[in-house]
Each structure stands twice: as structure tokens, then as C-alpha cells.
């Protein structure tokens, strides 16, 4: 049906623009695995920005594709995964229509609202910190300074020298500079968390996918937990028809 294929390709590439592949959640650091399509005479496929799209069509047609074709250990995966009604009817479709397996052993999907709770908790625990840290400043400005010092005296030997001040001007001037840093900080974190909840928009959530239409989202997936070889499976119904995309995970040489 041309139509549900005109709506799929448009789906996936204003996702693909609306995604944020720097996540919150995207490692740092560890080995490196080339996330890759296992390709089989049920389905096709085609390039889209460098990427592999797996498509299977049945009486309902369904695109898969990994949002990185590289991740690093622990890092979590995420598929764009779209359905095409090419039926009479209008069926529902969410994330509960999606499983993911690696190695057969199931994996956990993240929903919008488990995202967005953490997305939120990250936010509130870096503010914490940074309010922490601006407040032990300012007490710390507000000390008085005391300097120590060793004065030879007359005569031969020598004494202790202790002085305490403080400065008005100075504790005043450090902690309007305190209270400056803390603002810029509170006002990145909630640029970073807003941009990152914005982000969400392309989590995939309930559809009502009507005949001649397509919908879809992004998927996001626990990261594997063990190192070696990984065949990871996406099995996706569409009005309870099973399509089976299955994607391999290979460590990548450093």
C-alpha cells in the first residue's frame, strides 16, 4: 500500500530528527560492540542515513533499525521501530507489542514515563549537589581568616603568631560570586533536563494506527549484561501478527 509506505518513511526520518542520540544514559567509557541486521528472504531492507532499515511485510508491514550501528558496554540500546496499516480495521499499538531478547534472555524496555522519572530524579539529585557545594562555599567565605606566622625576637628565638580578621567587603563579594556560580549551574541543569525531556516526544506510546496509516517510536532497551557475542531479537506484533527482526552485537577491536 503506497500510502502506508509514504507514512512510515515519514514517521522514521522526523523521529530520526527529533531524537537526541547524547543521552543521559549513553556510556562513557568500556569496549565498543558494532550493533549489526541479520538479514533472512522474509525481510527486506534499504539504507537510510548510513543505517540499515529491516522491513517486514506481512498483512501489516513493520521498519526496524538501531538508532547506533556502535554502543558501548553497558550502554543502552535503541531501536526505532514503526508499524504501516495496510488492513481494514484500525488496531492499537504500544510498547507493550514489543519484546526484546538477548541471547533468548528477555530484556527490559523502558517506557516514557520510567524515562521521564529519571530524567527527572537526575535532575533533582545534580541540583542537590550543586546546592550542597554553594552553600559549604559560602559558609566557607564567611570565616574569618585567621594567618599564622614565626617572628624572630630581640635577643635571639623566635614565637608563634596568630592573627584572626575579617573582611565585609570580601565575604560579601565571594559569596555574591558563589551565588552567581550557583544560578548558572541551576540553569544549565534545567536546559539539560528540558532538552532531554523534550527528547521524549519520539518514545514510543499507544497508537491508534488507522487503515492506509502508520506509527511508531523509539524503543529503548536495557543494556546487555555480560560481555562476548549477543543476538539480540525484536519481536513486534502488529495486530497480533508476530514480525521477528534479530540484530548480533560483536565486540569491536580497540
Known amino acids: 500500500m503506497k500510502t502506508t509506505r509514504s507514512t512510515l518513511l515519514k514517521i522514521t526520518q522526523s523521529t530520526l530528527l527529533g531524537v537526541t542520540l547524547a543521552t543521559l544514559f549513553t556510556a562513557c567509557a568500556g569496549p565498543r560492540y558494532a550493533v549489526q541486521p541479520v538479514l533472512n528472504s522474509e525481510l527486506k531492507s ?15 508491514v513493520v521498519t526496524v533499525r ?26 492499537e499499538f504500544s510498547l507493550d507489542d514489543v519484546q526484546v531478547s538477548d541471547n533468548d534472555q528477555p530484556l ?18 545534580m541540583a542537590l549537589a550543586a546546592g550542597i557545594n554553594a552553600a559549604s562555599a559560602s559558609i566557607n567565605a564567611a570565616m574569618p581568616q ?3 606566622a614565626n617572628l624572630s625576637v630581640p635577643g635571639g628565638g623566635s ?3 596568630q592573627l584572626t580578621t575579617f573582611n565585609p567587603a ?9 551565588q552567581a556560580n550557583l544560578s548558572s549551574e541551576m540553569q544549565a541543569i534545567s536546559a539539560g533536563s528540558a ?12 497508537n491508534t494506527v488507522k487503515p492506509g496509516l502508520a506509527a511508531g517510536g523509539v524503543v529503548m532497551v536495557q543494556a546487555v549484561k555480560t560481555l562476548g ?4 531479537k525484536l519481536h513486534v506484533q502488529a495486530e497480533q501478527e508476530d514480525h521477528e527482526f534479530t540484530f548480533t552485537m560483536e565486540k569491536l577491536p580497540k
Not at 534499504?46 to 501489516?60: N, P, R
Not at 532538552?195 to 499507544?206: D, I, M, T
Not at 557475542?229 to 539480540?232: M, P, R
Open 195 to 206: 532538552a532531554q525531556l523534550n527528547s521524549l516526544s519520539a518514545v514510543l506510546r499507544q
Open 170 to 178: 570580601n565575604a560579601a563579594a565571594q559569596q555574591a560570586a558563589i
Open 229 to 232: 557475542s549477543h543476538e539480540i
Open 66 to 91: 538501531p538508532l547506533q550501528n556502535q554502543v558501548r558496554a553497558k550502554e543502552r540500546l535503541k531501536f526505532l521501530v514503526a508499524v504501516g496499516n495496510q488492513g481494514q480495521e484500525p488496531f
Open 159 to 161: 614565637m608563634n603568631y
Open 108 to 125: 527490559k524496555l523502558y517506557s516514557y514515563e520510567e524515562q521521564k522519572r529519571e530524567i527527572e530524579n537526575a535532575a533533582a539529585l
Open 146 to 148: 585567621t594567618t599564622y
Open 46 to 60: 534499504h539504507h537510510q542515513q548510513g543505517m540499515v532499515v529491516l522491513e517486514s511485510d506481512k498483512k501489516h
